[in-house]
Structure formats: C-alpha cells, structure tokens
C-alpha cells in the first residue's frame, strides 16, 4: 500500500523522469543501433567462440523449473542448465577433433535399452516381450499430439533424446582418453622401487608451534599481495560486498489493538445497514449463530473451520483450562496466537478415542467420488443392506466378501483399513460420515453407513482408550500493519537512504537509529542468497550493474519467507574479474599456510651450522633418528606424516646434510645413512596395472580440464 500511495503521489515526477529518458534516447540513435546490431544480445554465452542462443537457453531454464514442479529458483536452473550447455559445447568441439559421430542410431539404441522403456507395458505386445515397433508407434503419436498443440510429452521426449546423447558423447571421449592411458613394466619397476626403499636418516625438526602467532601475523595487505601472485590457484573473479538495513514491516501497538477490537466486536449479535433489505439487519455474533460455515464466510475469517476434536494438550496452553472448564455455547477470547486475533466457542464436548481400527466393504453407485459403477444408489443400498446381513456376525464372511467385492486398496486384506488416528479422520481429506460412525460408535459396532464413495459396511475392530474432546468454532483475523505503520516504515527506509546518498556513513547512521548492519561479502555475478535475507537476486543483479559505484545506495522491496519489508543497501566493495578478492573461506586455506611460511622464515635464521650437531644446538633441540621410512608410508615417528621430507631424502646422496625442507609441521635439516632397495621380482605387472588404474580414475577428471581450458564467455549475470 505504500509503495502504491507513493507511485500515485509522484505520477507526475515519474512521467516527467520517463519522458526525458525517451528523449535522451532518441536524441543519440546510435545508443539504439549498437544495442540492437550487438551479437550479444541473442547470446548468453561462448564456448570456443561459438555462441549459445538466448532464447534456446531461456526455453531450457523454463523447462527446467516446469520439471522441478516450481521447486528450483530460478537461478537453480540458470546454473543447472549453463552447465548442461556448457558440457554439451565442450564436448560436441572435441568429438569433432577427434573424428567421432554419435548418430541416430547410437542414440536409439541407447533409448531402446533403457529398462524403463524395455519394461514399460505400452512398449509390449501380446506375448509380454518388448516390441520396438509399440515405442516407435508412441513416438509418433506424440509428434502428432505436439503438432495439435498439445507439445509438452514431445518437448520431454526431445529433453530425454538430448540427454542420451550428452551421455554417449562423454562415454565415448572419455573412452577414447582412457584408451590412451597405459605405463610400461619399467614403469612399473620404478613405481616399487621408488615407493618400497626404506631409509634411515638423522634429523633436526624445529616445529612452526615453537614460534608465538604473534610473531607470525600476516597483514592483509600480505594476503592479496599473495593472492594476487597466484592468481591461478585462486580463480579472480568479480565481487560485490553490501552493507543493508532490513526494515521489516510489521504492525505497530496501535495495530494490534484495533485488530483486537476488531475481532472482539463479532462475539455479539450487532445492527448494520442492508441496500438490499432496505433497512437495519441484526447481523448474529459468534455466540449466537448455528451456521457456523457461513459465519467465518460472511465475515471473512482468515483461517477456515477446523472439525477437529481436540484434547486439552491441543489447545492453546493460554486458554486450555478456560475451554475445558466452560459450557457448550461459551466463547474464549479474544487471544492472540501466531500472528492472529481469535475467539473461539466451545460448540461440542465428547470422550473420543485417540486412534481407532476398522475395516469395510465398500459398495459404490452411479456419481459416488472416483466410482465408475452403473448401478443406482438404491440398488447399491439393497446390496449392502443383504451384505450386511450375512457379515454381521461372521467375520470369515466379512473377509471373503471385502476381498471378492471391495475396489480400493483394502482388497485382499480383508477390507481392512488398519489404525486411523483422530486428527487424520477429522480432517478435510477423510469422510466425516465414516469419521463419524467410527469415533463415536464402540469397538465391536458394524452397520451400513452412506459416505462420498457410496454404501459401507464398516466394522469397528479396535478402539483406544477415550479421552475427553472438545470441537471449537475459532474466527481469526490476522494482525497486519496498516497503512500508516508501512508509511511510517517506508519513510524510515527512505530517510536512510537519503543519508546515504548524501554520503554519510551507514555505520554510524545506525548506531544513531539503533538498526542493524548485515553484510554480504564478496557475492558474485551469479549469488541468489543475501545473507539474512535470503533470495535477493534483484540486489545483486543492481551491484552488478556497469555504472555502479562504490557508496551508490538504494532501497528495495523484498520478501522474506512471505513477510515483506524493505531493504537499504550500500555498494562497500567491489572487485574485477582482474582482482582476487580476501573471502572467509580464502583466508581460511591461505593464512595458515602463510603464518607457517613466515615462521620458518624465523626458524631457518636460528637453524645454523655445517653439522646437524651444530644446528641442533643453535636452534635448542637435539638430533634425532628415523628407521625403515619409505614413500609409501612417509610418517615420521614423533612428528606425524611428512611426505615432502620423505621425498627428498628419496633422492639425496648418503650422509650429506640437506638444505633446509619445509614440512608440514615444521623446518627440517637431515641426513640419510642408508638406502635399503626392495628384493627384486621376476614380473612388475602388478605395479603396471596399479599406474593405470590411478590414471584411468583421473580420466573421470576430463571434464574438469577440458573446462578450465577451455575459452568461456559468460553473460548469465546480464539477464538473470
């Protein structure tokens, strides 16, 4: 209400702002010819130069969410598809390089060999065996229906053929890769040689903890300057950082009491003005009226009856004993609970079982819900009426004639429907007549009763100890904020973002204001999600924006698990694709292993000395030893494992002292004593074929590679 209030107070001010953009657009038509003669505009990306269209894209993206049943956002399916599409670019450049066609007839035979299709009974004929002529006969059919009109079952079966061609495509590149991936017998004899050595070495090991963190700290400006050297390893990529205040828009003092008011004027019976009668109508309260249906209609009741019979642990603990203790006829309240105003009368007291057994047999007629029987309803009464006559004392008769009779889920279990409990059959999906015979009747009573779905012949078989109910007449009206408390909230957020316009500091503007500062850090092109605010999409795509600038500000209208409210945002950071921005999770990899390198910077100063005596004693530790450590297992006892130092004393000639070698733990200094080899074999195949398993399970990594090789444009963030 008042963003609409605010539209139609600036009507003018808005027609004058469109009106001299249309002119400024007209007054430089190259601005509409470069827009229009631009190959990006029909393109959402490039895989190795070659455009994937906009509008095949979009018409995915669609299919994608129809086919989640509204499930996925629709970022969930910009990115599900971009990959799918990529993939299929990626894949369709390479297959051409090397030669390889995947024709109709792989990909039919695929299909054919699917055993949804193979065991699908439209694809059998009359000896129950799979006929490809029924499927091939489907697909036309299909092909026809989608011609008529009626495209959706054709566009899947389109989605289902590409699907299996994306597949053949990568088993067949990935095939012809691995087919490439082999090692020879000397191979292999150096793999168990150089994995099976065993040394003996002499150490000096000064551990990174022996140095305080204080003395290892690392700057920020350290950490990008790190960043920025290896860029390779950290991916730049372009990001955004917000500063917002949410305001939520929710209802004041004042509104809650008028809803009170409100909702407690329908207790009584009340006078109001008829057009139609002409006259002054006395319109029945709560406390009066027996139509209750029409009552919550008339009145437009915000949440629906509720038939349900409720113990006293089911009712509202702040009127429970209230309700328990009143007469029928009586009306609680008003109360608040959940967001709403109620009153509720007390309209039925009952002792009711918790869950009760049953069983039926079911006799259907002409109109019954989901019946498709000829017979009349008084002939389907006539049945169950002799049915009943021969089952009512004869439980084996009960069961033979619901197995031989009954239609629904209950055939073959004897008409048995098991345990309901009392909230289910109270319910709108259960029948209330059925309901009603099997709760308020005892354990052991059978009879003919007519519901939705015709005649029954129910059987109560079980019943749980009964309990005292009541059944409550509620009418609830829910608390909003009214016009003027979402004006007074909208004028707040506007007055922050008039601040921030003029420059001022969102910080100390919230201080002031007693708001709360979020912060989403670093979002990329393509984030969803604000922090605290969850999907934002339109926030991100406006700090995307090519004229945005750090300081910009503006307010949004959001929506947040369907409460509304406004968001003040400031654009506080921003880096370009040619920048690697400081993240939570970069510094979480990089500024351990940046402390540890300045810690052994430290170290290395003390670790003097030609001998590993001498070393020893400048860095005040003593030498220690290591026996039988080999590269397959390279765990140094006392330490933990360390396979860069086992790896270098793999290749350093006997007893001479090592340069200083960085660990996982700390700085080493060694010297190795022995080397003793493995016994010679006759055959190393064993080892052969382990090099190649290991490389014919890196072959599932193709894609990964042939991706980040690959050149790739995208424009996603452009028009999402």
């Known amino acids: 209400m008042a963003i609409l209030s605010k539209i139609r107070d600036r009507s003018m001010f808005l027609i004058l702002i469109v009106g001299l ?16 003669s631009s190959s990006k505009v029909n393109s959402i990306g490039e895989v190795n130069g070659e455009d994937i269209d906009r509008e095949e894209f979009a018409s995915q993206v669609e299919a994608y969410r129809t086919q989640s049943g509204g499930r996925a956002t629709q970022m969930q399916a910009v990115n599900a598809v971009w990959s799918g599409m990529v993939s299929e670019k990626i894949f369709e450049d390479q297959l051409e390089k090397a030669g390889i066609v995947i024709g109709e007839k792989d990909i039919w035979d695929a299909m054919i060999s699917l055993q949804e299709i193979q065991n699908s009974p439209l694809f059998k004929n009359e000896a129950n065996l799979f006929d490809e002529e029924k499927l091939k006969e489907y697909i036309a059919n299909m092909k026809d229906d989608a011609e008529s009109g009626n495209s959706q079952a054709w566009m899947n079966w389109l989605a289902t053929e590409k699907n299996i061609k994306q597949n053949l495509q990568r088993q067949a590149y990935t095939s ?36 305080p963190d204080s003395l290892g700290y690392v700057s920020k400006d350290e950490i990008q300057s790190y960043l920025n050297d290896n860029k390779n390893r950290f991916k730049p990529e372009a990001t955004r950082t917000l500063k917002y205040v949410k305001f939520d828009i929710v209802p004041s003092e ?13 207790i009584e019976d009340r006078e109001e003005y008829s057009n139609a009668a002409k006259a002054t109508v006395k319109i029945p309260g709560l406390k009066n009226t027996t139509k209750y249906d029409e009552f919550l209609n008339d009145n437009r009741s915000d949440l629906a009856i509720d038939n349900g019979y409720k113990y006293k642990n089911q009712i509202f603990a702040e009127i429970s004993d209230e309700v328990f203790n009143a007469e029928v006829g009586t009306v609680v309240g008003p109360y608040k609970q959940n967001g709403y105003y109620k009153i509720s009368k007390l309209v039925e007291t009952i002792q009711i079982p918790d869950s009760v057994k049953s069983s039926h047999i079911i006799i259907p007629f002409a109109g019954t819900t989901r019946s498709t029987s000829l017979v009349t309803r008084e002939q389907a009464k006539k049945t169950a009426d002799s049915v009943y006559a021969l089952v009512r004392n004869n439980k084996s008769k009960f069961i033979e004639i619901a197995d031989e009779i009954n239609t629904d889920g209950t055939k073959g279990n004897g008409g048995d429907i098991g345990w309901v ?12 007549d059925f309901a009603d015979f099997i709760y308020k009747n005892k354990a052991g009573s059978i009879d003919v009763i007519e519901t939705a779905f015709g005649f029954h012949v129910i059987r109560i078989d079980e019943q749980t100890s009964p309990e005292k109910a009541v059944r409550l007449v509620t009418f609830a009206r829910l608390v909003e904020a ?9 004028e707040q957020a506007e007055t922050l973002n008039a601040s921030l316009t003029e420059g001022k500091d969102i910080e100390q503007l919230a201080t002031e204001m007693n708001y709360n500062v979020q912060t989403g ?5 393509l984030a969803e999600t604000i922090p605290g605010l969850g999907a934002q999409r339109q926030m991100v795509t406006w700090a995307f924006d090519a004229e945005r600038e750090i300081g910009d500000s503006k307010r949004f209208d959001i929506d947040v698990s369907g409460n509304r ?21 970069v510094l979480a990899n990089i500024r351990p292993e940046l402390i540890d390198k300045k810690k052994a910077t430290l170290i290395k100063k003390k670790m003097t000395g030609t001998t590993l005596d001498e070393i020893a004693k400048n860095s005040g530790v003593t030498v220690r030893s290591v026996s039988a450590v080999n590269l397959s297992s390279p765990l140094i006892s006392g330490v933990g494992n360390e396979p860069a130092v086992v790896g270098a004393m793999s290749t350093i000639k006997l007893d001479e002292v090592s340069d200083f070698v960085e660990g996982e733990k700390g700085v080493f200094v060694f010297k190795v004593t022995k080397r003793d080899a493995p016994v010679d074999l006759e055959n190393y195949d064993t080892f052969r074929k382990k090099i190649v398993s290991q490389l014919q399970a890196r072959g599932n990594q193709i894609f990964n590679v042939l991706e980040e090789t690959a050149d790739i444009e995208d424009y996603r963030s452009k028009f999402y």
């Open 482 to 490: 009214s016009e003027e408390t979402e004006n007074i909230i909208f």
């Open 254 to 266: 004042e509104d809650e009491a008028e809803a009170k008011k409100l909702v407690e004027s329908y």
């Open 565 to 585: 409210g406004y968001a003040v945002a400031i654009l506080s950071g921003k880096v370009e694709e040619d920048g690697v921005a400081i993240s939570s999770d």
């Open 421 to 432: 409990r009392k909230d289910q059959a109270f319910s709108p999906s259960f029948d209330k």
């Open 176 to 211: 012809l890769v691995q087919a490439g991936l082999g090692a020879s017998l000397q191979e292999g004899e150096r793999d168990y040689l150089f994995n099976n050595t065993k040394m003996d070495a002499q150490f000096v090991y000064v551990p990174y903890s022996s140095i």
């Open 521 to 525: 850090l670093n979002l990329k092109a």
């Open 21 to 36: 953009a249309l002119f400024a657009f007209v007054l430089d038509p190259s601005s509409i010819q470069q827009f229009f």
